[in-house]
């Protein structure tokens, strides 16, 4: 009986969402977006919560954009930007506000661009915390104003003429 009873807490932990599984939560935050209509092309998106020792619990969204070599320029504003729109887009369900904070963490992926023979990347992981998020949800701010909210947690991109990394 014992058994039975565990089996079934693990079952309904995993149905209400609480899971670290990028199997489960990914198609959640899809369908999510799908939902909310942004305004670019996602390639990959990945999922799941974890716990964080400075944060709490939380839902950590990775998300792969590809984006035309003549968007590239030096510095994040492009990543952040689309970053924003992904916590505009993610305030409007309550998946976000279930958990202590959001992260995102995303790539634009701008391909090969000469003189480099590799694939040029920009990434931006910004976290925004469950009170935050909620703030912003309940006054229908514009995407832009999460930007101000959020804290960058880390910031990079490549360069196509050097081997070092653009860091913020």
Excluded at 19 to 37: G, H, I
Excluded at 74 to 88: I, V
Excluded at 102 to 127: H, I, K, W, Y
């Amino acid at each position: 009986m014992r058994r039975v009873l565990c089996f079934a807490l693990i079952i309904g932990a995993l149905i209400e969402g609480c899971s670290s599984n990028p199997n489960f939560m990914s198609p959640k935050v899809e369908a999510t977006l799908r939902v909310a209509q942004i305004d670019f092309q996602v390639q990959k998106i990945r999922a799941y919560t974890h716990w964080s020792p400075g944060y709490g619990h939380g839902l950590d969204v990775e998300v792969w954009v590809a984006r035309p070599p003549s968007d590239y320029v030096r510095n994040l504003d492009l990543e952040q930007s689309l970053a924003a729109r992904m916590f505009a887009a993610l305030a409007k369900d309550e998946i976000s506000i279930q958990w202590d904070f959001t992260e995102v963490r995303l790539f634009c992926d701008f391909g090969r661009m000469p003189p480099s023979a590799r694939n040029v990347v920009g990434v931006a992981d910004v976290l925004i915390r469950r009170e935050t998020l909620k703030a912003l949800r309940e006054r229908q701010v514009q995407a832009a104003e999460f930007q101000r909210q959020w804290e960058l947690i880390a910031g990079y991109k490549d360069q196509p003429d050097s081997e070092e990394l653009l860091r913020w």
